[in-house]
């Protein structure tokens, strides 16, 4: 049997988590899902009960799990902890232990909330793109680095970017098996024109390109004018694969074309191992949003279809998936929304209340 590890975290954490529970008990029975569920604290919950933001044992449990979900971490009851006590260690402790470097962010706008998006409507109706940031290496992690005094009371700050070749293929082969799976088109993201960095990756993600996904259409685009791209025709993209600092850049850009924060899921991938098998950790783009957190209104809708890319991505449930993502577009088409979304002509309903009618439809 699967093993799901469930880490709901902080703030709206639990109460979103719980709502997926629910969803999941449901979809046992109408999709024949497997599933053990295990729960473990992780965040400031865990530096509560622990005294660690993410305990030894909860990391064994992770890593022997088939997937985590995680909610959210932190909150301003551990803010003034020192920087590496801090609930957000967490996740960058659970991403390098999983090896997890290949982080999936899609940007889905779901019809009725078109009007939300920072864009006209019309350009992002029907949107689905999916960006694949290398999660791992790059500039926020290459050394040297650090800030030096070079006299005449000047300093110098050096970040350096360096990417291997075996850093690259294994995130672009991530990007072309997931094109298989959708619109089969791949653009290339980088500045060859002007980083080393760049021109290797446009050799290998070519070279693997040849290789072994030539069934797969592949453009290279320079990120600066995938930026604008971005905002002048989003539709044009199906698949996005770029390196760590311009991911998080075009990842963010995207996420505003679907305008809504409560929305947006995630998911970060790790190697395949014998069986092919990849370990993964799925969570929400948002936060803990300690601002509404124990009112009982939080939008469930991004850890959800976290939990749906879990069911198609690592346990080839697509079926699954589809009937939770067409639930959700039903409920918002009956014009239901968490008060996140709330919209002229709308029905303002709880977390309780949209994970019921989605467990209805
Ligand atoms: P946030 O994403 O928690 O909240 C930003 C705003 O969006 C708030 O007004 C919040 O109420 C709203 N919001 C977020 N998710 C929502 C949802 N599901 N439904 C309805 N409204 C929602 O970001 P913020 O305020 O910058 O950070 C709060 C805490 O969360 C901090 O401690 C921060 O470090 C942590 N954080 C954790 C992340 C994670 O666990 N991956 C990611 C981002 C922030
Ligand atoms: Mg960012």
């Known amino acids: 049997m699967a093993k799901i590890l469930i880490l709901p975290g902080d703030g709206i954490g639990p109460e979103v988590m719980a709502e997926v529970r629910r969803i999941a008990d449901t979809l ?90 920072s864009l006209k409507p019309e350009l992002v109706r029907g949107l689905d793109l999916m960006i694949v940031r290398e999660l791992t290496g790059g500039v926020y992690f290459g050394e040297p680095r650090g800030i030096e005094d070079i006299g005449g009371g000047q300093r110098r700050a050096v970040n350096t970017q360096v990417y291997t070749s075996e850093e690259i293929r294994r995130v672009a082969a991530v990007a072309f098996e997931l094109a298989r799976k959708r619109g089969n088109r791949v653009v290339s993201t980088e500045k060859a024109n002007v980083m080393e960095t760049g021109v290797l990756w446009r050799e ?3 070279a693997l390109h040849a290789e072994s996904y030539n069934d797969v259409s592949l453009e290279h685009m320079y990120a600066d004018n995938c930026a604008m791209q971005l905002v002048r025709q989003p539709k044009q993209f199906d698949v996005i694969v770029t390196d760590n600092l311009f991911g998080d850049m075009l990842s963010d850009e995207a996420a505003m074309l679907t305008g809504s924060l409560g929305m947006l899921p995630s998911a970060s991938l790790g190697a395949p191992d014998a069986q092919g098998r990849r370990k993964a950790m799925y969570e929400p783009v948002h936060g803990s949003a300690p601002d509404i957190a124990g009112q009982g209104v939080a939008n469930p809708l991004a850890t959800l279809l976290s939990f749906a890319m879990m069911l198609r991505y690592s346990f080839d449930h697509g079926d699954a998936a589809d009937a939770v993502e067409g639930a959700v577009t039903r409920v918002l088409d009956r014009g239901l929304r968490t008060p996140d979304l709330v919209q002229p002509g709308t029905t303002k309903v709880s977390t309780r209340e949209i994970g019921d009618e989605i467990r209805r439809e």
Do not use: C, M, Y
């Open 204 to 206: 290998e993600v070519t």
């Open 28 to 117: 046992a029975e109408t999709h024949g899902l497997a599933f053990e569920f295990e729960e473990g604290n992780v965040g400031g919950a865990a530096i509560d009960a622990e005294g660690a933001p993410l305990a030894e044992e909860t990391l064994q449990r992770a890593l022997n799990a088939d997937a985590v979900l995680l909610g959210a971490v932190g909150g301003p009851k551990w803010d003034s902890l020192p920087f590496d006590q801090k609930p957000e260690r967490a996740l960058l402790r659970l991403r390098k232990e999983l090896g997890l470097f290949a982080n999936l962010r899609p940007a889905i706008v779901f019809d009725p909330l078109a009007d939300a998006s």
